[in-house]
């Protein structure tokens, strides 16, 4: 098995996954990256779920997007034209171009497209990231949340995204971060065996890879970016504001910019 990342053969089993532990991840002792094998098999279906309408604001799904939302009010001073890949039900779509925005979104799930399209009026690409061909559009910014680790080309990922945007465009990216406390302290309980977690029938993964923020420093190296910020956070109710403060959670936010 070779480094999706760095291209070399420097891997060691890191942890499995499912009721056999049959599903096996290796990190990469070169630049850091969690490669799962892929020869297990992916299940990329099991993250569609219900449409929820952006209106409901106090819904989790909606509560996230607007947490993106504030982090771009705070970090970035301009507007522009900005492009959402899996944008989900557009929550954030709608509060960029709330903001003075020229928004673009891009959705694998046809329902959701097609949802966001009739109610807000609003570009939706329905398209596979990697697969699809960009027109000579150029980007402010790019947002990619939870979209990196499900794709198995990190290094492509990234030259496709960099191409798409102006020259000091902005790319904010969300993924989690596979060294965070919480996961570390899961893997450790696991190997003494006080961690089992119970997989439901037919699990299979849905991640290709794992960052680390020196796995991630590693790809923009190569690729073409700077790293500006490197923000963790949690998703778990009370814990998120507090977790971000303290910079322990165990999702990653960050904000890149093109060299």
Not at 123 to 147: G, P, R, S
Not at 189 to 195: D, K
Not at 225 to 246: M, P, Q, R, V
Request: charged content about 25%; proline content about 2%.
């Amino acid at each position: 098995m070779i480094c999706r990342l760095c291209d070399t053969d420097n891997l060691k089993f890191y942890y499995s996954q499912g009721n056999s532990n049959q599903y096996k991840f290796y990190k990469c002792k070169t630049c850091g990256l969690v490669n799962y094998d892929l020869a297990g098999g992916l299940d990329q279906e099991k993250y569609g779920g219900k449409y929820i309408t952006p209106a409901l604001e106090k819904h989790k799904q909606n509560l996230t997007q607007r947490a993106t939302f504030e982090f771009i009010r705070q970090h970035i001073d301009i507007t522009g034209r900005a492009l959402d890949i899996g944008c989900g039900n557009g929550k954030l779509l709608l509060l960029l171009r709330d903001s003075g925005w020229d928004v673009t979104g891009m959705e694998l799930l046809e329902s959701y497209a097609k949802k966001i399209i009739e109610d807000y009026k609003i570009e939706i690409i329905i398209a596979d990231f990697l697969q699809y061909c960009f027109d000579n559009h150029k980007y402010d910014l790019v947002l990619l949340k939870h979209v990196l680790e499900h794709l198995p080309d990190p290094i492509l990922t990234m030259t496709k995204l960099n191409n798409l945007l102006k020259d000091g465009g902005y790319l904010i990216m969300e993924f989690p971060n596979i060294e965070s406390l919480e996961f570390k302290f899961k893997r450790l309980l696991s190997r003494v065996g006080l961690y089992r977690k119970k997989y439901r029938a037919g699990y299979k993964p849905g991640h290709c890879n794992e960052f680390s923020k020196d796995a991630f420093k590693y790809l923009l190296n190569l690729t073409g970016f700077d790293l500006i910020i490197w923000e963790l956070y949690s998703n778990k109710a009370g814990s998120s504001k507090l977790f971000t403060k303290l910079n322990i959670g165990s999702k990653a936010r960050v904000l890149v910019k093109k060299k």
